[in-house]
Structure formats: C-alpha cells, structure tokens
C-alpha cells in the first residue's frame, strides 16, 4: 500500500512537473511574442521622436523667418516715418506757398492797388451805368459773404475772390466757379463720411480679429505647455513599465529555480524515505522468518535495486552465518530459547522508525502541494500582470503617438496664428496711417466745409440778385 502511494505520489508529481513545463513553454512564447511587440513599438517611438525633432527644427527655422520679417516691418516702418516726415515738411511748405500766394492776391486785390493799377496801367475806359445797383457794390457784398470762410485758407475760395476783383470777369462765370466749389465740397464731404465709416468699422473688426488671434495663441500656448507636460509623463511611464516587465521576468526566473530546487529536494527525499521503508520491511521480515514464522513473507522475484540488493546480500549473509554449525556449548549452557519479548522490541523500534518516515513523507508532500499551489498562482498572477503592462504599454506607445500628432498640429496652427497676427497688426498700422488724422479732424473739416457752403450760396445770391446793364463808353 505504501508503495503504491509513493508510486502515485510520484506520478502526480511527474504530471504536475509536465503541466508545469507546458505552462513555462506557453508562458516563454508568449514572452517572447509580447517582447517583439514592445521593441517594434520603441522602435516606432524612435521614429516618432526624429519625426518630431525634425518638426521642432522646421519651428525653428520658421521662427528665425519670423524675426527677419520683423526686422524688415521695423525698418519698414522707419523708412515710414521718414518718408511721413519728409510728406508733413513737403506739406508744410505747400501750405506756406498757397499762404504766401494769398497774400500775394490780397495785396494785388485791395482797393488802393486797384486804384493805382488804373492809373498806371494802360486799360480801355470803361464805366458800368447801374439801374438798380451798381456791380462794384454786388462785389463788395458778395466778397464779404466769402471773407466769413476765409479763415480755412481754400484755394478755391481765394480764385473766386480774385475773379470777383477783376474787371474782366462776368458774374456769370463767377457764379460758376461757385456752383463748381459748392459740387465739390458736398463730393468731398462725402468722400470723408464714407471713409470715415470704413475706418471705424475696418478699425474695429481688425482689433477685434488680432485679439482673437491673439487669444487662440494663448490658448493653444496653454494646451501645447499641457501636451508636453503629458508627454514628460507617458516616457516616464513607460520607462517604469518596461523596468517592471524587466523586474517581473527576473523574480519568475528565480522563482521558478527555486521551485526546481524545491522539487528536486521533495523528489530525493520521497526516494530516500520509500527506499528505508522497503529496507525497514526488510528487516522486519527478516526479524518475522526468525521469531514468527507465520508473519514471514516470500520475497518476490524482482530486480533489485541497488539499496534492495544491499538489503538481500545482507540477510542471505547473515542466513549463511546461521547455517555454520558453531562448537559445542559448553557443558553448564542449556538449551537456546528464542526470545520473543526482544523481538516485540526490536519490532517496535522498527515500526517506530518507519512511522516517522511516513510523517516526514506525509508532510514532505503537504508541503510540496502547497508550494506548488503557490508557485502556479505566482505564476498566473505574473502572466496576468505582464499581460496587463504589456497592453498598457501599447495603449501609452499609441497614446504618445497620437499626442506627438497633436503637438505638431499645434506647432503647425501656432505658426499659423503668429503669421495672421503680424498680418492684422500690419493691416492696422495701415489703417491708422490712412484714417488717424481723418478722424481726429473730420469735426473741424465738416464744420469749414459747411462754413464754406453757405458762404458760397450766400454770396451766389447776391450776385443772382443783380439787375444792371453794361455800357461802355470811350474815354
């Protein structure tokens, strides 16, 4: 019965050893499939860090675009203001000549000179008879009318006034000239109302576009810092990952040499202990043949081992010493007798030995099947858990790909960005150069225009109002 239990013990062990073996082989390849895996995923994300530096040196050299266009606005910008410099002393000397012109045609136009001119320059003698009022008088009136707008400097004016001290010139055309000035003072006031709506809306809608941008700049500054920040985090990640599969794979190995060792310990005990059993049985059979013969058992014909081969050249020795007659006792010895108390003795020492063999056996084998049971979940917990890290590293590695997208969008966009926002401070620029000074002066310039009108108009009526015939004499 004993054997046949070490016989299965031993067969358990042997199917439990394979099942073992199965299980290391399928654990082994798929280690092997997880680890290509991972170094065709590192070697992705290789790429995609050369990707990524390549995109970091087009930013780069994107950036370095951009300060040499800066510096071309700012030069730009100083030829600009030179060239206004130079437009306001152009501008200033113009108005400094139309000043010096009227001045020049206030002095030939005064009354005094027009009076000296007649004296000294030759001129056919005319004299105008006036039936309702005479056209000296209608100039004089129509002349004050225009002295109201004088103050704004019109060349216009000025020419109008000049024709009006001639002497050559007929109210008719004057009036013409009048309506001809009144026409384009209204088309330039409109001109002006025009492009100061488009300057208020253009101004607005341009702030208003460049502050967006500006703040699609920040925001996406924001994200890119978060990006980065997140991508810090994934490598990080993934180092401590591949470190633990790394960690994980040393402890089963160890793990599993341990268990070897434990196994090849169990095995050699269980050996040992069945073999001291059979010598036990041995020798209590051998103790029966001597001292009760009903209790011996025939030996069966097997091929020995060697520890049962030890066993048999022992006993078949100590039969053949039985058989060696010994001298004659001695004269005061009486017959032998066997000594069945001993026998209980030594019997029960035997029993004794073998009983603590089985204990040791017994718990040999509870051991064995507890760190067995142990080892497999060891085992399946490990496969569980490199299982699971080797997803979460595919999982991140995609991650990462798909963040380093992400972040070169971002790059992208933001270079964008940064380009239509020097476009919009450009297109402002412009538009404060074409609409400040409109709009600091547009009050004042609509305010002389209307001045200018109804000067005109009044001194268009009066000249309309005239009643004269011209009739010349000889001198």
């Known amino acids: 019965v004993s054997t046949q239990r070490t016989w299965e013990a031993t067969k358990v062990e042997l199917a439990a050893q394979a099942e073992h073996d199965r299980l290391m082989a399928a654990k082994a390849k798929k280690v092997k499939v997880l680890s290509a895996s991972i170094e065709s995923n590192i070697g992705r994300a290789g790429e995609l860090a050369v990707e990524e530096a390549g995109s970091k040196d087009d930013l780069e050299d994107t950036r370095e675009s951009l300060v040499e266009d800066q510096a071309y606005l700012a030069e730009l910008q100083k030829d600009c203001e030179l060239r206004n410099k130079e437009w306001a002393e152009r501008s200033k000397t113009r108005a400094e000549e139309l000043l010096a012109l009227q001045q020049t045609i206030k002095i030939l136009n005064d009354d005094d000179a027009l009076e000296l001119f007649k004296k000294t320059l030759p001129s056919p003698a005319v004299s105008f008879v006036q039936i309702t009022e005479s056209s000296s008088q209608l100039k004089r009136r129509a002349l004050s009318m225009l002295r109201v707008a004088r103050h704004a400097h019109a060349p216009g004016l000025d020419f109008i006034t000049l ?16 309506d001809d000035m009144v026409e384009n003072l209204r088309k330039t006031q409109v001109a002006d109302d025009s492009k ?22 920040a925001d996406l500054g924001s994200q890119t810092e978060a990006g980065e920040q997140a991508m810090v985090q994934l490598e990080e990640e993934l180092k401590a990952l591949q470190h633990g599969i790394v960690a994980l794979d040393k402890a089963v190995a160890e793990a599993t040499e341990q268990r070897k060792a434990e196994n090849a310990a169990y095995t050699e005990l269980m050996a040992g202990n069945t073999a001291a059993k059979k010598l036990l049985d041995l020798a209590k059979n051998r103790l029966n043949q001597f001292y009760n013969p009903r209790l011996f058992k025939e030996a069966e014909k097997t091929e020995l081992s060697k520890m049962g081969r030890i066993s048999a050249n022992h006993a078949a020795f100590v039969e053949s010493s039985d058989e060696v007659k010994p001298p004659p006792a001695p004269a ?81 966009k933001s270079a964008s960005l940064e380009k239509k926002v020097a476009v919009k401070i450009e297109y402002l620029h412009t538009l404060h150069s074409e609409c400040d000074w409109l709009l600091a002066n547009y009050d004042a310039r609509k305010e002389t225009r209307a001045s200018e009108i109804n000067a005109l108009g009044n001194a268009k009526s009066v000249l309309s109002g005239a009643d004269y015939t011209l009739a010349q004499t000889s001198a």
């Open 332 to 412: 005061a010895f009486g017959t032998y007798e066997k000594k069945h108390e001993d026998s209980n003795g030594v019997m029960a020492m035997v029993n004794l030995l073998q009983k603590e063999l089985d204990t040791e056996m017994t718990e040999a084998k509870a051991d064995e099947d507890h760190s067995q049971a142990a080892y497999e979940q060891m085992m399946a917990d490990s496969a569980a858990k490199r299982a699971a890290d080797s997803k979460s590293i595919t999982d991140k590695m995609e991650n990462k790909a798909a963040l380093a997208s992400t972040l070169q969008a971002y790059a992208d």
């Open 196 to 217: 100061r709506t488009w300057c208020h809306q253009n101004l607005a809608s341009t702030g208003d576009a460049k502050a967006a941008l500006e703040r699609a700049t």
């Open 163 to 178: 024709a009006l001290r001639g002497k050559k010139v007929g109210f008719d055309n004057v009036m013409h000239m009048i």
